[in-house]
């Protein structure tokens, strides 16, 4: 177990924004977790989870507790069959990685997830997705350790109140008291995306003439369309998309189509505003304010160019939010989590 102290927080996030923290803890084995969470008892000091730090913001005061960073290794399929094969991947994996695993091997389930940053237990946290995929539709479950009640449990997907960007470990009462170890996925044994496909993804098939819908071609894909419109978060200092699409009901779909804004409707049923197209309508695709620039590539990505403060980065969303509710009457919501100040309490 890795212990280090007073590690800045802008060398552990891909927005590169943060003061120092504390302690940081590498855990790299099962017996790291509840020796590391021991350790922040003894010194009375709150901990903070953190994977590949690509939807996390950090603050200028740091965090006076203890950062625990994920990085325990392993993928292994559980059964196989000829429709559908069980895999489960450790915490501390990278995403990409285990999605290139199952790309390769032909199964299909998370090929449209291809190049998200991060590692595999923050993909549950946020229920992330793109192209018309997402967690919730293939997570079996979850194994983590209960800092309550010191012990490893699973946890069944049904468990986990699974919706847009939020689940059980990033909204509720049950934040912050579970370590994820691992994941377990339920992907198809066999090729079974078919068009029409989510629009960006159709238009990239449509202009290149593209027939094979195998996993590993529509990862290509998606990789070709995502190098193209988001910036490299070890190029480019981002945090991903930074504000949530929003979900409307059926009076806020009348006003929006009055606005003139395109109204998407998911599978469920929901109805939905692209929160980049609001800001791109706003005139603000490629501004810079604040030492940001909103990326010309893709409206929701805000891009640190040379910001050197979270005051830098609360100047430059408060700018966006004013100017997009000014002009169309929504709210940006903020996707990236922050990383609390921190508190000392007692140990528990």
Request: charge should be negative; aromatic fraction near 8%; charged fraction near 30%.
């Amino acid at each position: 177990m890795l212990i280090r102290e007073n590690v800045p927080i802008s060398e552990l996030t891909t927005m590169r924004l943060g003061g120092k923290a504390r302690f940081v803890i590498e855990i790299s084995e099962l017996s790291d977790i509840p020796e590391a969470y021991k350790f922040a008892a003894e010194k009375k000091l709150p901990t903070f989870v953190l994977g590949g730090g690509a939807n996390t913001i950090g603050k200028d005061e740091g965090f006076d507790g203890v950062i625990l960073l994920n990085r325990l290794k392993g993928i292994e399929v559980i059964s196989e069959t000829s429709d559908e094969v069980v895999i489960r991947a450790m915490g501390g994996e990278e995403w990409d990685d285990f999605v290139k695993y199952t790309c390769e091997r032909g199964y299909s389930g998370i090929e449209c997830l291809s190049k998200i940053p991060g590692t595999v237990g923050a993909a549950p946290v946020q229920n992330i997705g793109a192209y018309g995929q997402d967690i919730s539709q293939v997570l079996e479950s979850v194994e983590v350790y209960d800092r309550e009640t010191h012990e490893l449990i699973v946890l069944g997907a049904n468990e986990l109140k699974m919706g847009y960007r939020s689940t059980i470990f990033n909204n509720g009462p049950l934040v912050g008291r579970y370590f994820i170890v691992a994941a377990t996925f339920v992907l198809e044994n066999e090729e079974c995306l078919e068009p029409p496909f989510y629009n960006s993804l159709q238009k990239y098939i449509d202009e290149h003439n593209e027939t094979d819908f195998s996993p590993a071609n529509i990862r290509k894909m998606v990789s070709n369309i995502r190098a193209e419109k988001l910036p490299d978060p070890i190029h480019e200092a981002s945090a991903g998309s930074f504000f949530k699409n929003i979900f409307i009901d059926d009076g806020e779909g009348a006003k929006a189509k009055a606005l003139g804004i395109k109204v998407w409707e998911k599978a469920d049923g929901r109805k939905m505003i692209n929160s980049g197209y609001l800001i791109e309508g706003a005139g603000l695709k490629g501004a810079r304010m604040h030492g940001f620039k909103v990326s010309e590539k893709a409206a929701l990505i805000l891009i640190n160019e040379s910001a050197k403060s979270y005051a830098d980065l609360d100047a430059a969303r408060s700018e966006i939010r004013n100017k997009v509710q000014e002009k169309y009457g929504f709210y940006l919501e903020q996707e990236p989590v922050e990383i609390p100040i921190g508190k000392k309490k007692e140990a528990s």
